[in-house]
């Protein structure tokens, strides 16, 4: 079997930063050189693995602009390494609180080089198997019928759960006037969970091109629309974030035309990079002015007017998305000189949390969580990410060799569901995506919902002859 010539260079430049990045950290032999802080020491080597993971995946393996491993990455950097960018340039933040100072530097520089070395081993074996040939999705076991109908009831059922939840803790933040009283609503369960069958419904309803492009085009505005007031009124932004990532990247992907090979043009280029400097300004203003959530809508249209966002808006988005990193440093911390290793516990303690149990098997469902176990015993609430997850459960050197092997298995995956069916392809995109700032538990119910309860529906559908006929 011939190699191409581009993976034979993907290679090449993986091995040699490895292997470089190996010997210069089998030189440390102490922690003097942290004397001036961590971020210093590791800062030019986050900046080559970017560069590495960025010009493999885009200019040499040429990865679709729609591609999750490449959005993984591109997410990954600023959640684990904003911190770093933050502190060697100096920049500034109305975020008072920095957990930075819970941690040794030692243990900030060994997360740091886990982080560095998980990214790295991950982009490398996601691109060992990557074959940059487009192919179109065949839909099988798909009508077009079947999908809208899968589509339309997903959306409604995800819609009104999410309204549900999102309305509960909007009523709680919006009487007390901040974001402090969403900690005083449950968040989590079933309800939840079912969630997040809002944004693979609207997927499914474009995939299915049983309506107009106007129908389709207000129903993903009007979805936006409706995540951006929910993160404007209540202060939180867990998943909106991601939900609009989605439904923007998989629109693209429709109108784009992905399968004839067409290229986006500069315009959209252009509207994506001004929709997402707006887009973090509003993210910058909720944060901002979350304990005091009637001042976030005015203080928006202002900033807008003035401009005066744009130089704080590189301080602002490290300082917030790097917080995920301290997720990392928290474990490091406590394991194993507190907790053991999980050794793939994580994973199957979550399994069960598919089902609706959460009463009976609360210790097993919180001893599956970091932020259970170890922001709690520490008293840090950073989150958790699937980075983290892999040092729990496997270790250093454990956790950088099953990144390489997830690596090469999710690109697997991950073609099949591209080959297979859009509609799943972003689905199973949507919950993995926000892995870069939640743990395996979090991830697990809201992965096996957004692919069972399609796959249910899809079922019972064959089986009824009426809706078998095109609508």
């Known amino acids: 079997m011939k190699i191409k010539r581009s993976s034979l260079i993907t290679i090449f430049i993986y091995v040699i930063f490895i292997g470089a990045f190996l010997v210069w950290l089998a030189t440390i032999r102490n922690t003097s050189i942290l004397g001036n802080g961590y971020e210093k020491v590791v800062f030019p080597w986050v900046c080559i693995s970017f560069l590495v993971n ?18 993984f990455i591109l997410l990954s950097y600023p959640f684990m390494f904003g911190y770093v960018f933050f502190k060697v340039f100096k920049l500034s933040t109305t975020l008072l609180w920095d957990p930075g100072n819970t941690y040794t530097s030692s243990n900030l520089f060994w997360a740091s080089i886990f982080a560095i070395l998980v990214l790295s081993v991950f982009g490398f074996g996601y691109l060992l198997g990557y074959d940059d040939t487009e192919k179109e999705s065949s839909h099988k076991y798909q009508s077009k019928n079947h999908m809208f109908l899968v589509g339309l009831i997903i959306f409604i059922v995800g819609f009104g759960t999410n309204m549900f939840t999102s309305m509960q803790v909007v009523a709680a933040t919006q009487a007390a006037g901040s974001y402090t009283a969403y900690t005083n609503v449950s968040t989590s369960g079933i309800t939840a969970s079912f969630a ?19 129908s389709e085009n207000i129903l993903v505005l009007g979805s936006i629309l409706y995540f951006v007031a929910m993160m404007t009124l209540s202060g939180s932004r867990k998943t909106q974030i991601f939900s609009i990532l989605i439904l923007v990247l998989s629109t693209l992907s429709l109108r784009s035309g992905v399968k004839k090979k067409k290229k986006m043009s500069v315009f959209i280029y252009i509207l994506l990079f001004v929709g997402a400097v707006v887009f973090l300004d509003l993210l910058y203003i909720i944060r901002t002015y979350r304990m005091d959530l009637p001042l976030v809508i005015p203080k928006f249209f202002e900033s807008l007017t003035t401009f005066s966002f744009l130089g704080k808006l590189v301080g602002e988005s490290f300082a917030e998305t790097g917080l995920s990193f301290y997720s990392v440093a928290s474990i490091l911390t406590c394991v194993p000189s507190v907790f053991p290793y999980e050794f793939g516990a994580t994973l199957f303690k979550s399994i069960p949390s598919v089902l609706p149990i959460g009463r009976i098997a609360t210790n097993l469902f919180k001893s599956a969580s970091s932020t259970s176990v170890i ?12 980075v983290g997850d892999l040092y729990w459960n496997f270790g250093f050197i454990g956790g950088v060799i099953t990144a390489f092997i997830l690596g090469i298995l999710v690109e697997k995956l991950f073609k099949k569901l591209h080959h297979k069916s859009g509609t799943i392809y972003f689905s199973v995109f949507y919950v993995m995506i926000i892995g870069v700032r939640a743990g395996i538990f979090e991830l697990t119910r809201p992965l096996a919902y957004v692919l069972l309860i399609p796959a249910i529906l899809y079922f019972v559908l064959n089986r009824i002859p009426s809706t078998r006929r095109d609508i």
């Not at 960025?54 to 602009?65: P, Q």
């Open 196 to 214: 997040y069958l809002m944004v693979p419904g609207v997927v499914f309803i474009l995939y299915s091109n049983k309506w107009s492009k106007t």
């Open 375 to 386: 922001n709690q015993y520490l008293g840090v609430p950073v989150g958790a990410s699937l």
């Open 54 to 71: 960025l010009g493999c995946f885009v200019f040499i393996k040429k990865v679709k602009f729609f591609d999750f491993g490449l959005w």
